[in-house]
Structures are given as C-alpha cells and as structure tokens.
C-alpha cells in the first residue's frame, strides 16, 4: 500500500494532520507514504483530481490503484482502521 498525502502550507487541516501522520509513519516504517504539495505539484493534483478543500489522503493498491480516499481531518484511529482493513491478506 502506498499513501498519497496531498497538502499545501497554507492548509490549517494539513498542520493538523502532520504529527499524527509522524507517529503513523514511525509506528509502521513499512508504510510507503508521499507529501504531494498542492501548490507545486499541479500533474500528480490533476491526475487524481484533488481541489482546495484540503487535506487529501489517497490510498494506493499494489498495482497503483486508489482502493481509499480520506479527506480533512481525520482521526489517527480511522486512518489505521483503513490500512488494517486495506493490508489484510
């Protein structure tokens, strides 16, 4: 699974987001994630039609496929609840 986290600095949500993410991501080293700055990366914000109503949270199957979409702010809880659900074998 990988996890796009789309944001931008001029996103109250995003600063939010950011230490829960920290704690997910030092819990589970094994999680690919990737920060898409929203301002910056107009391609990859195309591509997956993310607008201004940010945070933006996309799951990725192994074959690249958006399998989840998280949107705001959203409870540590509920974005491990959605990797469990999305990793079992």
Not at 26 to 34: A, F, N, S, V, Y
Request: glycine content about 4%.
């Amino acid at each position: 699974m990988k996890i796009l986290k789309f944001g931008a600095v001029w996103c109250p949500g995003c600063l939010v987001m950011r230490p829960r993410w920290q704690e997910i991501e030092q819990e589970m080293p094994e999680l690919e994630t990737q920060y898409i700055e929203y301002d910056s990366e107009h391609p990859l914000v195309h591509q997956y039609k993310i607008d201004e109503q940010l945070p933006v949270f996309v799951f990725l199957n192994q074959d690249g496929e958006e399998i989840a979409r998280l949107q705001g702010e959203v409870s540590k809880n509920e974005i491990l609840t959605l990797i469990h659900e999305n990793t079992k074998q």
